[in-house]
Nanobody, 126 residues
Framework: QVQLVESGGGLVQTGGSLRLSCAASGRTLRRYAMGWFRQAPGRDREFVAAINWIGAGTVYADSVKGRFTISRDNAKNTVDLQMNSLKPEDTAVYYC???????????????????WGQGTQVTVSS
């Protein structure tokens, strides 16, 4: 089984920055896409960003494009999400996810990811 553990969440004021990290263990995931999703109370889990196994292919939600950057270090089995210029609407539990299938495109759907972390809370105050 694949285990994913997120870290780096916390409380930050509007305009601040946070860097989330996801550490993978168990099965090697170097050839699979990794992603970040977020879920606010009462809301559906929404796509934030994803990166393919090479690392050059990335996809971002329109709401975070230009502010967030996803990256991965295959040697360390980690994927990070650098979040800058944070806004109150970014407040959510952020989940790391791993795709169990090799694809020719960068997945964005919740149902396209097979492994999930427990989430880390990000709170952005006004």
């Amino acid at each position: 089984q694949v285990q994913l553990v997120e870290s780096g969440g916390g409380l930050v004021q509007t305009g601040g920055s946070l860097r989330l990290s996801c550490a993978a263990s168990g099965r090697t995931l170097r050839r699979y896409a990794m992603g970040w999703f977020r879920q606010a109370p009462g809301r559906d889990r929404e796509f934030v960003a994803a990166i393919n196994w090479i690392g050059a292919g990335t996809v971002y939600a329109d709401s975070v494009k230009g502010r967030f950057t996803i990256s991965r270090d295959n040697a360390k089995n980690t994927v990070d999400l650098q979040m800058n210029s944070l806004k109150p609407e970014d407040t959510a539990v952020y989940y790391c996810a791993a795709d169990g299938d090799i694809r020719s495109y960068v997945p964005q759907g919740v149902d396209e990811f097979d492994y999930w972390g427990q989430g880390t809370q990000v709170t952005v105050s006004s």
